[in-house]
């Protein structure tokens, strides 16, 4: 069956360090991505995307990478600053959104 | 504000009575979607509707619950008899409905409803 899941719970960097999320899934035909931002008590704030047929793709301070031989994709941002603390949820696309667990981000000075 | 909004945002009721959720997309979008989630987890989802048909249901879409979006503008969902088991925060999306999946949804606040 279908799972997007997240290697790591929690993840704690330095203001100012890159950091990486990771995430896998399982199903070989997902064709569509999407990284989603959640701060507490808030919706979930889309981030970047990334289609099947691409490796990677560039934002402002994020990347994110698809590696679609080991069904692995990971969010890179660059710089962390304290404003990017929050949890962060790969999701594959259909017509509806499947999530995974999530990782949290702390930044600390 | 233009984004997607929800009402109320905090819903505290006993076991065995009935709420309404209310969501109000962003005005030009043709999807709307309902989506449910628990402390500590990624949003589960509901259901969908594109403009007022509803296209698709979850079987976590129990027959308690109940949603609708009769103009194809804004939606409810109701749950009915609530349980314990019910406490969440209540997710809305909407999008435009764009073909060939990148369709960005783009969600409310939530709903959190606890059931006592």
């Known amino acids: 069956g279908e799972s997007v899941g997240l290697h790591l719970p929690t993840l704690s960097v330095q203001e100012g360090d890159n950091s990486i999320i990771n995430c896998a899934y399982s199903n070989s035909a997902s064709d569509y991505f999407i990284w989603y931002k959640q701060e507490s008590g808030k919706g979930p704030q889309f981030i970047i995307d990334?289609?099947?047929?691409?490796d990677k793709r560039q934002g402002q301070r994020v990347t994110v990478l698809l590696n679609k031989t080991v069904k692995h994709l990971s969010l890179q941002i660059a710089a962390t600053q304290p404003g990017d603390s929050a949890v962060y949820f790969c999701?594959?696309?259909?017509?509806?959104?499947?999530f995974g667990t999530g990782t949290r981000l702390q930044v600390f000075p | 504000d233009t984004g997607v909004s929800q009402n109320p945002r905090h819903k505290i009721t006993k076991r065995g009575q009935n709420v309404t959720f209310r969501c109000d997309p962003i005005s030009e979008h043709n999807r709307l979607y309902w989506y449910r989630q628990t402390l500590g987890q990624g949003p589960e989802f509901l259901t969908y509707f594109q403009n007022e048909a509803q296209l698709e249901k979850s079987r976590l879409l129990s027959d308690r619950f109940s949603a609708e979006r009769p103009k194809g503008s804004f939606s409810t969902l109701e749950i009915q008899r609530t349980e314990q088991g019910d406490s969440a925060m209540y997710l809305c999306?909407?999008?435009?409905?764009?073909?060939?999946?990148?369709?960005?949804?783009?969600f409310g606040p939530g709903t959190r409803l606890t059931v006592l």
């Open positions: 990334i289609r099947s047929n691409m």
């Open positions: 999306a909407s999008s435009m409905g764009l073909a060939g999946g990148q369709d960005t949804q783009y």
């Open positions: 999701a594959e696309k259909t017509d509806k959104l499947i």
